[in-house]
């Protein structure tokens, strides 16, 4: 769960933080990005909560 101003180029090549920290897993990892659009003033609530509800593992 993340916050992006620009989704594209959050995840354009291999510049995102998560790549690496995928990289290192020893498990096959099978994941998706999904998006949401909200106000910029929301989006740290909108954050933690859906952290809350979905528990991601990247996010524990």
């Not at 620009?6 to 790549?19: A, E, Q």
């Not at 995928?22 to 909200?38: G, K, S």
Request: glycine share 4%; hydrophobic share 30%.
């Amino acid at each position: 769960m993340g916050q992006a101003k620009n989704l594209r180029s959050s995840w354009i090549g291999d510049k995102h933080h998560l790549h690496s920290q995928l990289d290192r897993c020893e498990e096959t990892l099978f994941y998706m990005v999904y998006y949401h659009e909200f106000p910029q003033e929301k989006l740290d609530e909108k954050q933690q909560y859906y952290i809350d509800l979905l528990e991601p593992i990247l996010n524990l």
